[in-house]
Nanobody
Framework: QVQLVESGGDLVQPGGSLRLSCAASGFTFSNYRMNWVRQAPGKALEWVSDISSGGAFTSYADSVKGRFTISRNNAKNTLYLQMNSLKPEDTAVYYC???????????WGQGTQVTVSS
């Protein structure tokens, strides 16, 4: 049974930092490019970042480039997202997934809430 479990979301002030984690099980994590995708209240899903299966290659949405860093530990089957210089517009539910857009065959977690507010 495939499981992706995100954690680390919290309420943080503008300019603050958070580190999200996503624990994977039930599939060969190291074979997959992995993504972080977010959904702000009342808005569509927005792709944030991805990382190649081995971790050597990463890419970012323009909205987070230079502030967020994606990484992974394949020995621990865990995906990470380090978020610095957080802004109110980063407020969203953050999901880890093996795809950028939700499909019927994709693997998605339940999400973790990040709220950036003073």
């Amino acid at each position: 049974q495939v499981q992706l479990v995100e954690s680390g979301g919290d309420l943080v002030q503008p300019g603050g930092s958070l580190r999200l984690s996503c624990a994977a099980s039930g599939f060969t994590f190291s074979n997959y490019r992995m993504n972080w995708v977010r959904q702000a209240p009342g808005k569509a899903l927005e792709w944030v970042s991805d990382i190649s299966s081995g971790g050597a290659f990463t890419s970012y949405a323009d909205s987070v480039k230079g502030r967020f860093t994606i990484s992974r530990n394949n020995a621990k089957n865990t995906l990470y997202l380090q978020m610095n210089s957080l802004k109110p517009e980063d407020t969203a539910v953050y999901y880890c997934a093996n795809e950028r857009r939700r499909s019927s065959s994709g693997y998605w977690g339940q999400g973790t809430q990040v709220t950036v507010s003073s």
